[in-house]
């Protein structure tokens, strides 16, 4: 899919990479394209749109400005609706707002995982920026489309109409199945109403959707509000008519959808376990592929095994598919997996019996030949934290805490519910905070976990290891799952008497304020920080939302 792009700059000739014809479409707000095309060129008196009144208090802030003032800008340019959708879906608490990454970054890895599929973004150029850069540290490849404001455009509602008219542009048949707009916070707060989007435009599907950090507290959900919105679109085009089959033809068999992102190997194994039920792995979802949606659509059951894609699985359901929550880890997971999915297709019990009786011996036989000694404790925002503690306390491991920054839904109740039967405490919604405060309370022999829980861990001399790196780039499920992170858990563990050196080496060099090279005895400056804490906090409840919109704006 890659072409190759040469450029010449100066007398440097560089090549850029591009998986598309994205970069080379002008935006709205290419001055060079913007003669001849009614666009406003600077300077030139825009037009307020009737489309869009937004509210110009959102200008200017950000996840740095208070979750509380772009709601009520949100709120106050109309957006409640989206908001209250939102407040059930991805419900908050007892921590409101995971410490992670911008939200959006989900769903703009979904879109740009996708062929064909063109994404343009509507947000603070440091929010794009900063989501542009993690995609292609992720290894995008792909071009970012990005629709700029300011505060003019903002307020006028120039930016909805610089939107619309990127999106004309960009909607080629030739290269794109779809066209995602993706307003950030501060559209989102302003009420840019992606809605009014054309939603087809020369057979391009156009789909804007709306991801702001104080709506979606997580990445992981906000790849469900994409994947949802194009179910959604998909469903709608397959009730009305016959649509694209997909690459490989229809499956001879039943399908079990995959709802959630996966290790590679991770459908094949489940493929090879639904094969003795007469049924076969069906597209993961989200997809890589437009036509994949209705493939997905077009299932026997859907297997939630990632539990929080609240918003597709209401399109599943729509679409009268039953949904499977929990997922084949481990001995038991294996199990109850199986007869559910067997009552959720119809599969004679018989059948499921043989299937059980086939694979379960072989995974007992997978966690015993790979054991796992040690007390670990566990936290992560992918979801598949409740999952990966099934696997470990099954392999031997002493589990105490799992943490996952994900909402409780029914779709891991029993996987909460078996953890707690066995004496782990499980935290949703769990802050960075709990998740430390774990690790000192238990003093695990080693953490897994976010980054900053692994960096704790470490200064205290106990084995950490990133759950989004090291234990999500593994197969989990199945026997291929069964035993698969004991090599680098018990690697980890056994690094203790590492650490250990390691703090007795560098004992003394000071923490905190005093670390690093003095010539003198540090000075204790924390005072100062106490002080001008409590001052802007002080600062922070004496002004209004009001006033602190205006005085950023
Ligand atoms: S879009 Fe993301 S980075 Fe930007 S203000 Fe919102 S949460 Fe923060």
């Not at 190997?265 to 979802?285: R, T």
């Not at 997922?327 to 007869?339: C, E, I, K, N, Q």
């Not at 949703?428 to 980054?451: H, N, W």
Request: charged share 25%; glycine share 10%.
């Amino acid at each position: 899919m890659a072409d190759a792009e040469d450029r010449k700059g100066g007398d440097r000739k560089t090549t850029e990479v591009v998986y598309d014809g994205a970069a080379a479409t002008p935006m709205a707000n290419d001055l060079a394209a913007a003669s001849g095309t009614g666009m406003a060129a600077p300077g030139e008196n825009m037009t307020k749109s009737p489309s869009n009144v937004p509210s110009p208090e959102a200008d200017g802030l950000g996840c740095h400005g208070g979750q509380a003032e772009m709601r009520a800008a949100a709120e106050k340019a109309g957006q409640s609706e989206i908001l209250e959708r939102y407040a059930v879906d991805y419900p908050k608490g007892p921590h409101d707002q995971p410490q992670s990454m911008c939200p959006a970054f989900g769903s703009l890895r979904v879109g740009l995982r996708m062929r064909r599929t063109a994404t343009v973004l509507s947000g603070s150029a440091c929010c794009v920026y900063g989501l542009s850069f993690v995609s292609h540290f992720y290894g995008a490849r792909r071009t970012v489309g990005y629709v700029p404001f300011d505060s003019e455009t903002l307020v006028t509602g120039k930016l909805f109409e610089d939107i619309r008219e990127a999106v004309h542009k960009l909607a080629d048949p030739e290269k794109y199945d779809a066209v995602i707009v993706t307003n950030l916070c501060v559209p989102t707060a302003s009420g840019v109403p992606l809605r009014l989007l054309p939603k087809e435009i020369n057979g391009v599907r156009i789909i804007g959707i709306d991801v702001p950090g104080f709506g979606v507290p997580t990445h992981a959900e906000a790849k469900d509000v994409l994947s949802g919105a194009m179910l959604r679109y998909a469903r709608t085009e397959a009730e009305l008519g016959p649509v694209q089959a997909p690459r490989g033809g229809p499956s001879q068999k039943p399908t079990v959808t995959l709802l959630g992102e996966m290790f590679p190997a991770d459908p094949v194994g489940l493929g090879m376990m639904l094969e003795p039920l007469g049924l076969a792995a069906g597209p993961v979802v989200p997809t890589r592929e437009w036509r994949e949606l209705y493939a997905a659509l077009d299932c026997a059951a859907v297997a939630a095994l990632h539990p929080f894609y609240t918003a597709s699985i209401r399109e599943f359901q729509e679409a009268g598919r039953p949904i499977v929550g929990s997922a084949p880890v481990g001995h038991d997971g294996t199990a109850a997996w199986l007869d559910a999915i067997g009552e959720a297709c119809g599969i004679a019990r018989d059948c499921v019996d043989q299937t059980k009786n086939r694979f379960l011996p072989m995974i007992k036989g997978a966690l015993a030949n790979a054991p796992i000694k040690g007390r670990v404790t566990l936290s992560g925002y992918e979801g598949s934290e409740l999952l990966v503690a099934r696997l470990l306390l099954e392999s031997g491991a002493n589990v105490p805490y799992v943490g996952t920054a994900c909402p409780k839904t029914p779709y891991s109740a029993a996987d909460c519910e078996w953890l707690e039967a066995r004496g782990v405490h499980v935290e949703y919604r769990a802050s960075l905070e709990k998740d430390i405060a774990a690790v000192e309370e238990f003093r695990p022999d080693l953490a897994i976990g976010t980054t900053p829980v692994v960096q704790k861990a470490k200064e205290m001399a106990i084995p950490g290891l990133y759950f989004t790196n090291l234990i999500s780039a593994r197969p989990l499920f199945g026997v291929a799952g069964a035993g698969s992170l004991a090599q680098v858990v018990n690697a980890a563990i056994g690094n203790k008497a590492r650490f250990d050196e390691m703090r007795e080496f560098f004992d003394g060099v000071g923490h905190g304020d005093t670390a690093g090279l003095w010539e003198g005895v540090p000075a204790d400056h924390s005072d100062f920080r106490r002080k001008e804490l409590a001052r802007a906090e002080k600062a922070r409840k004496a002004a209004d939302p009001k006033r602190v919109a205006e005085s950023v704006v």
